[in-house]
């Protein structure tokens, strides 16, 4: 399954529930700190996150070829 960052946040906003940002981060194995700027969009999830879900991150390079003729 392949979720984008903000389905992922909404994840975490749902197993967290009532529990503390420090209490949850703890249980996944990251800081509170981290956690934080995850749920405020400032960085991305990682991978203990992903793991946490049982999930894997795709990443997606896009690659732009430019050719130009030669005038001869």
């Given amino acids: 399954m392949i979720l984008d960052k903000q389905q992922v946040i909404d994840l975490i906003r749902k197993e967290q529930g009532r529990s503390s940002l420090r209490d949850y981060a703890k249980s996944v194995g990251i800081s509170a700190a981290y956690l934080s700027d995850v749920l405020r969009g400032n960085r991305a999830p990682g991978k203990k996150i ?4 049982g999930l894997s991150r795709e990443k997606t390079l896009t690659v732009t070829y430019t050719f130009t003729k030669d005038k001869k």
């Fill in 50 to 53: 992903y793991e946490h879900f």
